[in-house]
């Protein structure tokens, strides 16, 4: 485990690799809210592969907290992908969608996508589940990697994100 300083809270960087090295083709998904590792802190973010051809990748964008500390209200998430991989779109997820929030999704670098989880109509709180659905556009063969940017903050209010565990680059074996 990895672990970073981040504007006075400890992000520790959680391995939550999502490829079934049995079957490449089949794609193994993570389910965070029902398979987090509570030895690493109240809230945490993972990401899972849940589709991968030779043109598209999926992910699946992930948030677990436990019952003992106060969820999300909106989040600011910013994803690093590196390699033959284009981000074409953001589909809110199911926790999101049961929160009554939007997912706003925007380029700010290449290889860089920002996520932003808010309504302005409503101070819901986020439960655990999927946040969102992201899809990439593979421009080439060879291996792709994500990584989730530790840039405070991501969530609000601000408690929502005191032991935010973060995962390991996800890396993505080339076709």
Known sequence: MVAARAS????????????????PAAPATV?????????????????????????????????WRDDQHPGMRMADITLRATGPVVFEAATPGEATTAADKDLLASVPAEGDVR???????????????????LTYRRTGPGAASFEILALPPMLAPAEAGVGLHLPEILRVEGI
């Not at 590792?37 to 991968?52: I, K, R």
């Open 8 to 23: 006075g809270v400890l992000v520790a960087l959680l391995a939550t690799m999502a490829c079934s090295a049995a079957d």
């Open 31 to 63: 389910d965070v809210a029902s398979q987090p590792d509570p030895s690493l802190g109240p809230a945490q973010l993972a990401l899972a592969v849940t589709a991968d051809s030779s043109d598209t990748l999926s992910l699946d964008l992930a948030y």
């Open 115 to 133: 996520l932003t989880i808010l309504k302005t109509t409503n101070l819901n709180r986020v439960s655990s589940g999927v946040l969102g659905h």
